[in-house]
């Protein structure tokens, strides 16, 4: 018998993860030791917040991040080859969207193990629900370009690919450059063309905003290293 891999959503802040999180996760986690996570401090810190008496010495955690080394990441998978199940841990959200757990998923279908996504909250989804966009047809972008030319043409070709397709487009930015983002926005699209800032998801802080370029160029918000979704969608 193989284990399988559980996908464990974390919350999007510092929110007691059970206020978020069905109670259900609290099961998995204190059945699973072996983890795959982003970094091991912050999971550390999410596992006992979720089970204060689970051992931290007990636990196994195989780093995933942009200094591992992709020929690692399959051997991350042998105790789910020798009947263990493993969790996959994102720092904050659900694994493997917009994460780079989605290598390690691959991966697990590749040698043919069971694959198990538990529910907890995604920033993009919560985002494009609570927009009033089109969440019939929409495209999650990444980052736009960090050099402001290149960014503004990634901006005009989406708004584009939104009026042709009626398709709504999200997109991420570090959030020290939220207020930059959204400058360019307004400053770029037409004055019709609808934004949505969903910005400190779930947190008590949590503010999310529709309204056209144009307005949004007389409303004055400090969105600076707050975490936040933009969403944009031209009728």
């Not at 059945?31 to 982003?38: A, H």
């Not at 990444?142 to 009626?166: A, C, H, M, V, W």
Request: glycine letters at 6%; aromatic letters at 6%; hydrophobic letters at 35%.
């Amino acid at each position: 018998m193989t284990g399988k891999l559980y996908l464990i959503p974390t919350g999007l802040g510092d929110n007691a993860p059970l206020e978020i999180l069905p109670i259900s996760i609290k099961k998995i986690i204190e059945s699973i030791d072996v983890y795959i996570v982003e970094n091991e401090k912050s999971a550390r810190k999410f596992i006992k917040s979720v089970s204060s008496g689970k051992s931290q010495a007990s636990l196994t955690l195989f780093s995933l991040n942009k200094f591992t080394d992709p020929l690692e990441i399959p051997s991350f998978l042998e105790a789910c080859l020798e009947g263990q199940n493993v969790g996959l841990l994102s720092d904050a959200g659900c694994p493997g969207v917009a994460d780079p757990g989605a290598d390690v998923v691959k991966i697990a279908h590749k040698k043919n193990l069971k694959v198990i996504p538990l529910v907890g909250p995604s920033s993009i989804l919560l985002a494009m629900m609570s927009s009033g966009m089109n969440g019939q047809n929409f495209a999650f972008n990444g980052y736009l370009p960090i050099e402001k030319g290149e960014r503004k043409t990634k901006i005009k070709q989406l708004e584009r690919r939104s009026f042709d397709e009626n398709q709504s487009q999200l997109f991420i930015e570090t959030p020290y450059r939220n207020n930059s983002i959204l400058e360019d926005l307004h400053n770029t699209l037409h004055t019709d063309t609808l934004i949505c800032v969903a910005c400190d998801l779930t947190l008590s802080t949590e503010y999310i905003k529709t309204q056209t370029a144009k307005q949004w160029k007389h409303t004055k918000l400090d969105f600076h290293k707050r975490p936040a979704i933009f969403i944009i969608h031209k009728d």
